[in-house]
Each structure stands twice: as structure tokens, then as C-alpha cells.
């Protein structure tokens, strides 16, 4: 220390003890754990990213501080090796070992008489239980409900000595309602042994814990899916910046118009509107066949024809009394880009439609001229496509069915 004097450490056995047994060997116990404790910041480095933002290691308690101690406790006695049954050594390896762990001097230390009264403590040397008093386990989830149903919780938490947000659970869970993180809700209400104590999801970069004194027996509110529900009742809006036609009368006092992917069929006389929402895109065309006396062979309900941009767009023909749909037609790399003109024929027995692609491909369909072989079923058959204008789309925007009559034909494409 610069005074010129000689200093030199005493071995255990010269030093005198203090304090009684239960003191010293308490101190002893703190300080081994503290050395083995302040080692895992270095072990720390070598486990996984993943694995280390999911667990925290600033508490001496944490998870991730006794299972690391834990390991080198055990691998500590394993080098010194001697004569072992199990998780027993006998008494001199017990003095070696601990007399190696501690012979730094600014490293814990114990007498040799009390590494003896230790090793009687430890069940005659047996290293689980030297660890385990260290590094309690935690209880598992049931004896923990099953303690906070007996004894209440104010004894529960010092039972145990650990606080109500965490019971002993898992560490850490992907939340209990995602478990894939997917987005998929599981319905059923989870019991308290399920809770995590703290959950990892894609918003967060780091394990999120819950708040304190959060009461787990509200989750089962989460797990069920709310009673209520929100119907459609009324939209506001028309889509007037195109360049079709897209509002039609039918009836007298109906109007049926589009916005975005709903059609909207609006009763004048009673204020009230329903709606045809199939359509998964923007609709791009739209037109309503009212059936007259020349339309024999088919219902005589107006009925709409509705198309739609999208990879592979389609058009769909409905009801326009009840919003069913009757068919959906396109798709299947029929059209590209969008369907940019819907017509029905004068007899509403065939309808044609025009394409967004380069060429504005259309096609006409027989809406009674084809038979599902399964059911039996009159379904649309696809007559012909072909080109009409060659050009940078849109090149057409409507088409009108003139009121020709269409020759049946063998209905090869493209011909």
C-alpha cells in the first residue's frame, strides 16, 4: 500500500471466524453465486441473437443467469473429477473444488470446518442441491395456481417469491392468440398456466412484458371474438371520372351505379340501398338488361353485368333484385389488365365482352346454351374471341349490342 510494510494472506484456517455458521455460510452461498453470476455476460455473447432478445440477463434471478451458472457449477466439478455417485462427490473432492472456485483472495472463501457443515447441508455433498440453493427453480404453472388457490395471494407471492404478472410461466411465447404469427386468432380462452410472462411479435424488436398488475384472467376476454358486427347500410358517393357508362334506371325507381368495388342498387321511393359486393377490385364497367317481351326463355327480373381490373379480370353477371350472383365469366387469362365494356344482347341471351389488352380481345358468351355435365346445369358457353382495336389501352371504353341475332357455331376461339 506504499507504507513500506509487508503484507501476506493468511490460508483459512488461520483466519478467525465471525458471525454465526447460518451467517458465514449465507455469505458464502451470496458470493459464489454473485462470482458465477458476473461470468455470464461473456457466456451471454455466445448464445444466439434471437435467443438473447427474448430473455433478459440484468437481474442476478433472471432465467438466463441461473441456467448459464447452473452449467459452469456443474462443469466446475467435473474438472476437479474424484470419486462421484451421481450428483454426489465425496467430502475431499467437495473441499477441492470449492477451495479452486474461491482461491483468489478477493474471490469468497469458507473455512474448512464450514465447508464440512456445507457439505452435510448438501445431503453429504450432493452438487443439485448446493445449485438449487443458489438458483431455485421456478415452481411450475399448477403448483403455483394451485398455491394461489390455497393460500391466497399475499402468502402466494412470498411463498414463492415471485411477483403475480409472473407466475412461473414460460418466459417468453409468441403471444397466446398468434401463435405463428400469422394473424390467426385462436378463439378459445387460455388458462392461467398459458400466459406468457412476456410475448414477442413482429412489431417489436424486443420481448414485450405486461404490465404491472396485470390480471391474467382478463385474456380469456380477448380469446373471444366480439358479439357485435358492422353491416353495410348506406354509401355515400358516385363514381363520375370515367369514361363509361356506369348509372343506370331501372324500373322507374331504382338506380344502379358503382363506386370503387361495390355496386349499388338505390331505391328513390324508400331511401334505402343494397348492395353487390363480389367484386374484389375496382370496377371498371357496368351495364343493367331489363327483360322486354322479346325475351323468351329467360326470367324477366332485371339482372346487371359487372366487370373489374386485376391480374386475370372478370365480370360478373347478378340479380339486380337480390344482389345474387348468377355467374362470374373471364378470368383464366381470358382478359388482361381490366374489363372495360359489358353488353347484353337484345334477348339477354348472350353477352359480350371487351378486354384492356392491346388488341381489346372481346368475347361473346351463350348464357343458355351450355349444360354442366356434373349437374345438369344451363351455363354459359364461351362462343368466340377476337381482336378489335390495336392500340395503347384504352383504346375502347363501351361497347352496345346492335340486336343482330348470333349464329350458334362450333365457338372456336378466335374465330
Known amino acids: 500500500d506504499g507504507d513500506g510494510k509487508e503484507y501476506k494472506v493468511l490460508p483459512m484456517s488461520q483466519i478467525p471466524r465471525t458471525g454465526s455458521l447460518e451467517q458465514r455460510l449465507a455469505k458464502f452461498r451470496a458470493g459464489v453465486k454473485g462470482l458465477f453470476?458476473?461470468?455470464?455476460?461473456?457466456?451471454?455473447?455466445k448464445i444466439p441473437l434471437q435467443r438473447r432478445m427474448t430473455v433478459h440477463s440484468s437481474s442476478i434471478n433472471s432465467d438466463l443467469i441461473a441456467e448459464i451458472s447452473r452449467k459452469n457449477i456443474v462443469a466446475a466439478f467435473d474438472?476437479?473429477?474424484?470419486?462421484?455417485?451421481?450428483?454426489?462427490v465425496d467430502l475431499p473432492t467437495w473441499i477441492k473444488v470449492f477451495n479452486d472456485i474461491t482461491k483468489n483472495p478477493t474471490q469468497p472463501s469458507l473455512h474448512e470446518e464450514d465447508l464440512k457443515e456445507l457439505y452435510k447441508q448438501c445431503s453429504d455433498g450432493n452438487i443439485e442441491v448446493f445449485i438449487d440453493s443458489l438458483f431455485p427453480p421456478k415452481p411450475t404453472p399448477q403448483e403455483l395456481i394451485d398455491a394461489?388457490?390455497?393460500?391466497?395471494?399475499?402468502?402466494?407471492?412470498?411463498?414463492?417469491?415471485?411477483?403475480?404478472?409472473?407466475?412461473?410461466?414460460?418466459?417468453?411465447?409468441?403471444?397466446?392468440?398468434?401463435?405463428?404469427?400469422?394473424?390467426?386468432?385462436?378463439?378459445?380462452?387460455?388458462?392461467?398456466?398459458?400466459?406468457?410472462?412476456?410475448?414477442?411479435?413482429?412489431?417489436?424488436?424486443?420481448?414485450?412484458?405486461?404490465?404491472?398488475?396485470?390480471?391474467?384472467?382478463?385474456?380469456?376476454?380477448?380469446?373471444?371474438?366480439?358479439?357485435?358486427?358492422?353491416?353495410?347500410?348506406?354509401?355515400?358517393?358516385?363514381?363520375?371520372?370515367?369514361?363509361?357508362?356506369?348509372?343506370?334506371?331501372?324500373?322507374?325507381?331504382?338506380?344502379?351505379?358503382?363506386?370503387?368495388?361495390?355496386?349499388?342498387?338505390?331505391?328513390?321511393?324508400?331511401?334505402?340501398?343494397?348492395?353487390?359486393?363480389?367484386?374484389?377490385?375496382d370496377i371498371t364497367c357496368l351495364t343493367v338488361f331489363e327483360?322486354?317481351?322479346?325475351?323468351?326463355?329467360?326470367?324477366?327480373?332485371?339482372?346487371?353485368?359487372?366487370?373489374?381490373?386485376?391480374?386475370?379480370?372478370?365480370?360478373?353477371?347478378?340479380?339486380?333484385?337480390?344482389?345474387?350472383?348468377l355467374y362470374k365469366l373471364g378470368g383464366k387469362g381470358i382478359f388482361q389488365r381490366a374489363v372495360v365494356g359489358v353488353a347484353f344482347s337484345w334477348d339477354g341471351k348472350h353477352i359480350a365482352a371487351v378486354g384492356m389488352d392491346d388488341c381489346h380481345q372481346i368475347g361473346v358468351w351463350n348464357l343458355v346454351g351450355g349444360k354442366d355435365r356434373e349437374t345438369d346445369e344451363i351455363v354459359p358457353k364461351l362462343l368466340c374471341m377476337k381482336d378489335t382495336q390495336a392500340g395503347t389501352p384504352p383504346m375502347l371504353t363501351s361497347i352496345a349490342w346492335c340486336g343482330f341475332e348470333v349464329p350458334e357455331s362450333s365457338g372456336t376461339r378466335g374465330g
Request: charged share 30%.
Open 37 to 45: 453470476a458476473s461470468k455470464v455476460p461473456r457466456e451471454r455473447k
Open 79 to 88: 474438472r476437479v473429477g474424484g470419486k462421484r455417485n451421481g450428483a454426489t
Open 148 to 281: 394461489n388457490k390455497k393460500y391466497g395471494n399475499t402468502e402466494y407471492v412470498y411463498k414463492y417469491r415471485v411477483d403475480k404478472c409472473d407466475a412461473g410461466n414460460i418466459d417468453y411465447k409468441t403471444t397466446p392468440f398468434d401463435e405463428q404469427g400469422e394473424g390467426e386468432r385462436r378463439i378459445h380462452a387460455p388458462n392461467e398456466a398459458e400466459v406468457p410472462n412476456r410475448i414477442v411479435y413482429r412489431y417489436s424488436r424486443t420481448p414485450v412484458a405486461p404490465p404491472t398488475g396485470f390480471d391474467v384472467s382478463s385474456v380469456a376476454m380477448s380469446g373471444r371474438l366480439p358479439v357485435a358486427d358492422l353491416n353495410l347500410e348506406h354509401i355515400q358517393g358516385f363514381k363520375g371520372d370515367g369514361a363509361t357508362c356506369n348509372l343506370y334506371s331501372v324500373s322507374g325507381d331504382k338506380l344502379v351505379y358503382t363506386i370503387a368495388a361495390v355496386c349499388i342498387v338505390y331505391d328513390v321511393s324508400k331511401n334505402t340501398q343494397h348492395f353487390f359486393r363480389e367484386h374484389d377490385d
Open 291 to 325: 327483360p322486354d317481351d322479346r325475351a323468351k326463355g329467360i326470367k324477366k327480373t332485371p339482372r346487371a353485368a359487372s366487370g373489374q381490373m386485376g391480374y386475370n379480370p372478370v365480370f360478373y353477371i347478378w340479380d339486380v333484385e337480390t344482389s345474387e350472383t
